[in-house]
Structure formats: structure tokens, C-alpha cells
């Protein structure tokens, strides 16, 4: 069996990572990231890498999404990061990663879609500082 020279290595480390970009919808804009971003203009970009799920958030699955709670008077986040851990008929519960904590999101105050992330961009997506924790 002949030995690979280091051209066919290279070749195969730039395959890998061109397939990495393309299964990874997030990773564009990860690395424009420059620290002065506002978190409103990182949604907009984030939402339209993502797709809107056509169906209700699924348990284990991760979503971003906008969210306008009809409590005044609460701090919340506008933008949630959320792995869902419970799926209701008002709404569903999950881990916010911008609050490292567990929250609870009705469908009513949801505006517009829910954006699912895929496993593999995660980690990326939560690198984006698009968390916007507003009080009410």
C-alpha cells in the first residue's frame, strides 16, 4: 500500500473543513465576529442562516428564536439560546444558555418562527454574543 505524501493529506484536511462549512450553517459568521457587534444585527444574521422549524420545538433539540413575555416587570431574553427539555400545551420549558439556567417560553409571546440549530453548530452558535437580556 503506498504512503500518503503530504499533498494528499492537505487535500483531505481541506476536504474535511469544506464539509465542515457546509454542514455547519453558522460557521460564516462565527468567524466574522469582531467583538462590536449588536446583539439585534447578529440575530437578523443568525436567523436568516438558520431555518424556521415547520414544526413545534422538539425535546432535545436546540432553537433560537424572538420572545416578548407579557409579565412587566421581569428581566428576560429577548433572544433565548434554548435546548428544550419539555414540550407543553402552553409552551415549553429548556435550558437558556445565556442565563445557564432553566426558563419557560409560552407560544403566545414567541414572535415569529422558532430557528432550529443542528447539533453540529452549537458550540458555534454559542460563540455569537446575540443574547439580549432586557427588562420589561
Given amino acids: 500500500m503506498p504512503r500518503k505524501t503530504l499533498k494528499d493529506k492537505q487535500e483531505k484536511q481541506q476536504k474535511l473543513q469544506q464539509n465542515k462549512a457546509v454542514k455547519n450553517r453558522v460557521l460564516p459568521l462565527v468567524e466574522s465576529i469582531n467583538g462590536t457587534e449588536d446583539p439585534d444585527d447578529l440575530m437578523q444574521e443568525l436567523m436568516g442562516l438558520l431555518s424556521e422549524s ?4 422538539q425535546v432535545g433539540k436546540y432553537y433560537t428564536f424572538v420572545y416578548s413575555p407579557k409579565t412587566s416587570g421581569i428581566t ?12 407543553l400545551k402552553w409552551g415549553f420549558k429548556g435550558f437558556n444558555f445565556h442565563w445557564n439556567d432553566g426558563r419557560q417560553y409560552t407560544w403566545k ?26 427588562s420589561k
Fill in 76 to 87: 428576560y431574553d429577548e433572544y433565548p439560546l434554548v435546548a428544550v427539555t419539555e414540550v
Fill in 109 to 134: 409571546e414567541i414572535i415569529g418562527g422558532v430557528y432550529n440549530i443542528l447539533d453540529e453548530e452549537i458550540t458555534d452558535v454559542r460563540k455569537i454574543p446575540f443574547g439580549k437580556i432586557r
Fill in 54 to 57: 415547520s414544526t413545534a420545538p
